[in-house]
């Protein structure tokens, strides 16, 4: 039959083509007994090792998927090739003239498609180089581009760099001439088809090649350079090929693969010139995902090369990320499939927000190096990351970080880890260690029941949803009359709107509006305050006015409410008035819970500071200051009350 290979130089191929070689490109190997190897099948996700291969015999087996085969099956696997495709492929990186029974097949026949996609990448990354290089007009731009972040011509020529011209064809012209046809280059990515023929896929961009983890270039990331561009995207990447699957390739992979393997480290950045920078700075196993996230079969590459096992001493992963919005997102996003790795996950933010490109510009190679080196571990990053988004000088936000954090501290692996963990994120919230290893536990007891995630099914007191507002006005919730502190409240409030001239000379201003913890309330005591300065207490309907004109208007029916309700207490039957014995004890009791949140807040404040990364001693000695002040107010309330 025409085009069948020669079965002589079959087996020639698959003799002379070592199965261990072929094999180590795609996963780390080591031992597993005389003359057998081992390591994480590149076929199904696994973290203890069932892959195995016998050099001796050129045979490979996996034990999890029962997979198994020859050199040439495990190459027609691991890139989906068809069995001529990929003799044909190890044919290739052997140098061997394969023989076909009708005889050699000219060289475009001859040739697999995969064969053919990737030799017309690599003739169009030969064009791109060679215009970025020597290419006159809008080239310079981008060797501007370049030059501005510290690369020169022996980068270009490392890393493979180009420039795809602005004409719109002449790649197309290029790979014609070189004999590939259209369908070829449409196929490949290299091209568009149009109503008026073939165009350029990339145009006037600056441009990198992505080669898989053999080395073989699968397509290229473009960069805007000219504002004029009708694309208005800053990074074109090549869509989906048969060669190329931007889920399974990350870019520098051919350049790092044999450090991460030996060191059992990757580094993942954001962008080709990140890549670049790390690398041209000694750090070489940084690698980078081409126009998507990194997801799971990004991991499993990498743990794969890494040789990420169960029993092993754990190898590390180190993510870089813009210090901005969508910086921190990505790492929350890494964090979330943390648990797919064995290894440990680290995350390096410079703090200025630089990403390493601009670090190399702005310190140098030693500058990228601190960066890797100063990485802290994921769960720490994503604990700060989550507990920034609450206001720590408040207790309600200190309850409300507990709550969010707990479940990170919650989902660590090692259980041992688990109390120290503890303790630190206590020292970041400045509460007591037994109320974070609390909301941890119960956490922890969450995520074993499977419990739902959303609110409303949780069920629980403590997952009592807040009340919604309602007559106290429009973004105030209605105080919940069923805490007791907010009920005390209530009640003072009462008081002070019906009967102000109970209260001693002077009482009133013992009390400020962050003593009520309820914001309907203190707003409502705002205008309290400003009628008690201003109004005549003694009349009742001046007295009403006054707040009323005085407190905010979305709490004008609130102020109404608190005039009229009942206050549930006996009133002096010579008066009529509440009893001096009740109101002094409502007042007193406000008070003293307000000063026990003061205390509390300065307290959490100054235990932030001890594990702060920056000291500061000035705002420790002035909450030293306040905590003595505070206290001595408080003892003096509870003498009286005594």
């Known amino acids: 039959m025409a085009g069948l290979i020669n079965s002589e130089d079959i087996a020639a191929v698959k003799a002379r083509s070592s199965i261990e070689d072929v094999v180590r490109e795609h996963v780390t190997l080591r031992s597993a007994g005389p003359g057998s190897l081992k390591g994480l099948c590149p076929f199904h996700d696994e973290k203890t090792p069932s892959f195995n291969i016998r050099p001796a015999v050129g045979a490979w087996h996996c034990f999890g998927c029962q997979e198994g085969g020859d050199v040439i099956s495990f190459v027609q696997k691991i890139d989906h090739l068809t069995f001529s495709e990929a003799v044909e492929r190890l044919a290739q990186k052997l140098g061997m003239e394969l023989r076909y029974e009708d005889g050699q097949r000219p060289r475009e026949e001859g040739l697999g498609r995969r064969s053919r996609l990737i030799e017309a990448h690599r003739v169009a990354e030969e064009y791109y180089t060679d215009q970025l290089l020597n290419g006159q007009g809008p080239a310079r731009q981008g060797r501007d581009f370049l030059r501005a972040r510290d690369f020169n011509s022996a980068h270009v020529k490392q890393f493979g760099i180009g420039f795809a011209p602005r004409g719109g064809e002449d790649l197309v012209r290029h790979l014609r001439a070189k004999g590939f046809t259209d369908d070829e280059l449409v196929t490949g990515g290299l091209a568009g088809r149009g109503a008026r023929g073939l165009y350029d896929r990339f145009r006037g961009r600056l441009v990198w090649p992505i080669r898989d983890i053999t080395g073989d270039t699968v397509g290229f990331g473009a960069r805007r350079l000219f504002d004029d561009d009708r694309i208005e995207a800053k990074y074109l990447n090549t869509s989906e090929t048969p060669i190329y699957k931007k889920s399974t390739v990350l870019y520098g992979l051919d350049l790092a693969k044999k450090k991460i393997s030996q060191g059992r480290q990757a580094v993942v950045v954001e962008g080709y010139t990140d890549v670049m920078a790390c690398h041209l700075a000694g750090v070489e196993t940084a690698v980078a995902t081409c126009g998507t996230a990194f997801g799971a079969e990004h991991i499993k590459l990498l743990r794969r090369l890494m040789r990420d096992e169960a029993g092993l001493a754990p190898a590390k992963v180190i993510f870089t990320f813009d210090g901005d919005a969508a910086g921190q997102k990505a790492a929350m996003r890494a964090f979330a499939d943390d648990e797919k790795w ?73 259980r041992s880890l688990q109390p120290e963990y503890t303790r ?219």
Not at 512 to 520: E, N
């Open 342 to 414: 064995t290894s440990q996950s680290f995350v390096a933010v410079e703090k200025s927000g630089k990403d390493p490109c601009e670090l190399r510009q702005a310190g140098g190679d030693p500058a990228v190096q601190a960066l890797i080196e100063d990485a802290v571990p994921m769960f720490e990053f994503a604990a700060r990351t989550t507990i920034k988004r609450f206001d720590l000088a408040t207790a309600e936000g200190r309850i409300q970080a507990v709550r969010a954090v707990a479940p990170i501290v919650a989902s660590i692996r090692d």
């Open 424 to 642: 630190e994120i206590s020292g970041m919230l400045g509460l007591d260690v037994e109320q974070v290893a609390s909301e941890v536990a119960r956490a922890g007891k969450l995520k074993v029941d499977d419990a739902p995630r959303s609110p409303g099914e949780r069920g629980g007191r403590d997952e009592v949803a807040e009340p919604s507002a309602g007559e106290s006005g429009a973004g105030l919730p209605v105080p919940d009359r069923r805490d007791p502190v907010v009920l005390a409240e209530r009640q003072l409030l009462q008081v002070l709107l019906q009967f102000p001239t109970v209260f001693k000379p002077g009482a009133i201003d013992l009390l400020t509006p962050d003593a009520f913890s309820a914001p309907a309330h203190r707003a409502v005591f705002d205008g309290v305050r400003i009628a008690h300065h201003a109004g005549d207490m003694a009349n009742a309907r001046a007295w009403m006015s006054a707040v009323t004109e005085a407190a905010p208007s979305p709490v004008g029916g609130l102020v109404s409410e608190l005039a009229v309700d009942t206050l549930p207490t006996r009133m002096d039957p010579n008066t009529g008035l509440p009893t001096s014995r009740y109101v002094d004890e409502l007042f007193d009791r406000v008070r003293t819970i307000a000063l026990t949140r003061r205390i509390a807040d300065a307290m959490s404040e100054m235990r932030r500071l001890d594990h702060a990364e920056t000291p500061a001693p000035e705002r420790t000695r002035e909450l030293g200051m306040e905590l003595q002040t505070l206290q001595r107010e408080l003892a003096a309330i509870k003498a009286g009350m005594g």
